[in-house]
């Protein structure tokens, strides 16, 4: 009977966009994500510690159920003011909810877990910040600083291979690192599983991938409140800031951008192999498997003179294989698994925090906020046209626009504004 805690991106489904389009702006469901907590809020006295531990399952387990997202249904009454309308689409989906792993990582052996021997399931979305929306009526909510829940235990290197350290550490999470919100103390294994070290004699015995789950764009149908969520893989894992749709036209792919908000990394398209068709509106996360499973995954590369290439992250192309010399990708989903290294061989262009973005509906240009980057600092993180400015406190917006429709694989750039104190 509560949303959860810290709201960030949000997005408005008319009611009547249950039978397609929707355009009711008095009733309908608000969906916002749950993106991070703050302990004493929730619990009146702190969080209960002995010798720095958590204690109290019960504390944490608010917490896990503080996190995801909140959909609830509101309708604005004739006085103007709004409701919240009980009934079966009001839901919450926490960061202990079952989901599914869909898309070229699906039964990874990357992603096997205890809960998942297979690597095809996972439990909970988290740390969701910005988000998107499909044009078949489904929500996608975006893991960002899911680092935030996980831990590696001490010592955890000497039982993996030299590419899981690569990884590992290329995505934030060395050995030895605790798990900031402490998580992974309390007895049970629901508890154990926020700390990705290895315990058993294989990943089906233990949560050693448990990180790897983590950092996915999220599907949710939020007028099938029966639907088990999706997480789908060919979006790429990263610091997803959220998921930008290019406006769908009959005939042409799905096109949606991300960001990956993070100090030095990248800007991300996915195209779809499929092609728009709008009488799949309100086809719910069976469009989702239609048109965001299969496609392909870009990093951005801005160059000086104000042009721009995306740069393919595909498996069996450009070196992206079991021989290259970075990090051997054994399979495409180990490429959008580790797409970060995969655009690091690459070349694409480091970015100031790439975070919040969207697409002008009227002449399909592209926009982009690089918040900020205080390691900017023009020796070690050398400046470019793209990313001008020493140190970027107070960041800027590029903007672009892509060559031959939004599927284009070359565009043209400029630095749209600076921000200024």
């Given at each position: ?313 595909t498996h069996g192309k450009n070196g992206i294989d079991d ?99």
């Amino acid at each position: 009977e509560q949303v959860g805690m810290h709201h960030d991106g949000m997005h408005f489904f008319p009611i009547d966009g249950r039978h397609g389009g929707g355009r009711r702006s008095n009733h309908g469901l608000l969906v916002f994500n749950n993106e991070y907590i703050d302990a004493p809020l929730l619990h009146p006295n702190g969080p209960t510690t002995l010798n720095g531990l958590r204690t109290s399952a019960e504390e944490v387990r608010k917490e896990i159920n503080a996190h995801g997202v909140t959909i609830v249904e509101v309708r604005r009454d004739r006085f103007g003011d709004w409701q919240v309308v009980p009934g079966r689409y009001n839901r919450r989906i926490t960061a202990a909810t079952p989901m599914q792993m869909v898309g070229p990582a699906r039964g990874h052996a990357l992603l096997k877990t205890l809960h998942s021997p297979n690597g095809t399931a996972t439990r909970g979305t988290q740390n969701n910040c910005a988000n998107g929306y499909t044009p078949w009526g489904t929500y996608l909510t975006c893991e960002e600083n899911y680092l935030n829940v996980i831990g590696r235990a001490a010592g955890d290197d000497e039982q993996r291979s030299a590419s899981e350290i690569v990884a590992l550490k290329r995505y934030g999470l060395p050995a030895g690192r605790k798990n900031p919100y402490g998580w992974d103390t309390p007895d049970g294994e629901q508890y154990q599983r926020w700390n990705s070290k290895v315990s058993g004699a294989s990943a089906a015995e233990d949560h050693r991938n448990s990180f790897n789950t983590f950092g996915w764009v999220v599907e949710i149908d939020p007028f099938r409140p029966e639907s088990k969520p999706v997480k789908r893989s060919a979006l790429g894992r990263f610091n997803h800031e959220g998921a930008w749709p290019a406006p769908a036209k009959a005939g042409e792919p799905i096109v949606i951008y991300s960001g990956d908000d993070a100090r030095n990394e990248y800007v991300f398209k996915f195209v779809s192999d499929a092609k728009w068709d709008p009488k799949d509106i309100n086809g719910g996360t069976a469009m989702g498997a239609k048109y965001l499973d299969k496609g392909k995954l870009y990093a951005a590369k801005f160059n000086d003179d104000g042009t721009g290439q995306w740069l393919e992250l595909t498996h069996g192309k450009n070196g992206i294989d079991d021989k290259n010399t970075l990090y051997p990708f054994a399979d495409q989903g180990d490429v959008v698994m580790h797409c970060r290294l995969a655009a690091d061989f690459m070349g694409a262009t480091k970015m100031d925090r790439p975070e919040w973005g969207g697409v002008n509906p009227l002449n399909n240009e592209v926009y982009m906020t690089m918040t900020n980057n205080s390691q900017r600092d023009g020796e070690k993180m050398p400046l470019n046209a793209a990313n001008p400015r020493k140190g970027n406190t107070n960041g800027h917006i590029i903007r672009w626009k892509e060559n031959g429709g939004q599927a284009g694989t070359s565009f043209e750039w400029d630095v749209y504004l600076f921000g200024a104190r």
